[in-house]
């Protein structure tokens, strides 16, 4: 076990020295805002619950009532006897609200991502991916054992370049996108992506884990601006601002049903507990019943952008770079003692040198916090 021990240590050691050893920190949600962290209660700007569901109390109670009725698990796979009926209404219910003929849910967004991709793509297949995407899109391509190319953030023309160059030598072909950046707050540019994509017989997917519920009027980053881009391919999570748990699909009932067949994370992973879906569907039902409601995260993310002079919030999430890890850490620390939770963020799930504070924004966040927090950004981590 010598040689065990000490590959781990040497290998903490390193991340130590460059600044990026992580710790697990415990946090406590009181509710959709506020935490209690190291003995003292923050406001937190970190957290994904955009609309404050997990702690909606029409979402806790469907959830409380399934949990009763079924159980904690469900028991075994959906393909064995883990598909509770649950699942039927919301794959309905999201194949809605994306404009799609089907949907297929899978254990969480990483899951879905990791399967989806290698059931379309395989050795002979090229995957385009944006640089900024989110690490399970890369882990996905990866396993597709396809070629694997990225392009520049958001840049059009550079996929096309790649599209020209490589598209010939493979049987098919993959874009992949975040539709809204997990790290960055920006919308890609779907329209034109479509497009292109179409242009050169390749299938586009976006990933809308921070777009469903909180842009597009609810729907996510394919109908932000009132348009509709009908992409063929839509994943997300229900992970934010759905407040529970689980990765989806909205597609063709075709492409759905060799989903249910192929995908090797949806086939040999346990379906998620009944109580979470019933959640997942109480929530989906206040953000169509209230689209004013769900615009309010975005609205609050635009006042604290205006507030501090950054570029215009696209999304809840505001990033502010700083550049070092030492650095972003240390404003998270003076945030920290101030009352807030901005959780710094460091390389790799950022590129090198662009360290950060990444802010959300939610539903319930109090105006008068956000200008607070707004003033302290502005005199004290900007200025430096
Ligand atoms: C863009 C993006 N895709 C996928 C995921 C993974 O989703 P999940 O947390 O449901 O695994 C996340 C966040 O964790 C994300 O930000």
């Known amino acids: 076990m010598q040689s065990l021990d000490d590959y781990a240590s040497e290998k903490l050691d390193n991340l130590q020295r460059r600044h990026l050893r992580r710790t697990l920190t415990e946090t406590m949600r009181e509710d959709g805002i506020w935490v209690e962290r190291g003995g003292r209660r923050l406001l937190s700007f970190s957290c994904n619950d955009y609309l404050n569901l997990t702690h909606h109390p029409e979402v806790k109670a469907a959830a409380a009532a399934a949990l009763q009725l079924y159980g904690t698990g469900s028991g075994a796979s959906r393909l064995v006897t883990g598909n509770h009926p649950l699942y039927a209404e919301l794959e309905t219910r999201l194949a809605r609200i994306k404009g799609t003929e089907a949907a297929v849910v899978f254990g969480s967004g990483y899951l879905a991502n990791s399967g989806i991709i290698p059931v379309l793509i395989g050795r002979e297949g090229l995957v385009l991916v944006d640089q900024l995407a989110?690490?399970?899109?890369?882990?996905?391509?990866?396993?597709?054992?396809?070629?694997?190319?990225?392009?520049?953030?958001?840049?059009?023309?550079?996929?096309?370049?790649?599209?020209?160059?490589?598209?010939?030598?493979?049987?098919?072909?993959?874009?992949?996108?975040?539709?809204?950046?997990?790290?960055?707050?920006?919308?890609?540019?779907?329209?034109?992506?479509?497009?292109?994509?179409?242009?050169?017989?390749?299938?586009?997917?976006?990933?809308?884990?921070?777009?469903?519920?909180?842009?597009?009027?609810?729907?996510?980053?394919s109908f932000a601006g009132g348009k509709h881009v009908a992409l063929p391919l839509q994943m997300g999570t229900l992970s934010k601002a759905v407040g529970a748990y689980g990765g989806y699909l909205c597609a063709s009932a075709h492409v759905i049903d060799l989903m249910r067949n192929r995908a090797r994370t949806l086939i040999y992973s346990t379906g998620l507990p009944p109580a979470i879906v019933a959640g997942a569907i109480a929530a989906l039902d206040v953000i169509e019943r209230e689209p004013d409601y769900a615009a309010l995260p975005v609205q609050k993310a635009k006042n604290f952008t205006r507030l501090t002079n950054l570029p215009g919030a696209q999304s809840p999430i505001v990033p502010i770079v700083i550049g070092g890890e030492e650095a972003a850490m240390s404003a998270a620390r003076l945030l920290a003692d101030e009352g807030f939770l901005a959780a710094p963020?460091?390389?790799?799930?950022?590129?090198e040198g662009t360290a950060r504070l990444r802010l959300t924004f939610t539903a319930h966040h109090p105006d008068t916090e956000i200008e607070r927090l707004a003033c302290l950004v502005r005199e004290r981590v900007l200025a430096h």
């Open 134 to 221: 989110h690490a399970c899109i890369f882990a996905g391509s990866q396993l597709s054992r396809g070629k694997v190319l990225t392009f520049r953030h958001n840049d059009v023309a550079h996929l096309a370049d790649l599209l020209a160059t490589h598209r010939a030598q493979h049987d098919h072909a993959l874009i992949v996108t975040d539709g809204v950046f997990s790290m960055d707050g920006d919308l890609a540019p779907l329209a034109e992506l479509n497009a292109l994509a179409q242009a050169h017989d390749a299938w586009l997917m976006s990933d809308d884990a921070h777009g469903l519920g909180v842009v597009g009027g609810g729907r996510g980053s």
């Open 345 to 351: 963020i460091r390389p790799p799930t950022v590129p």
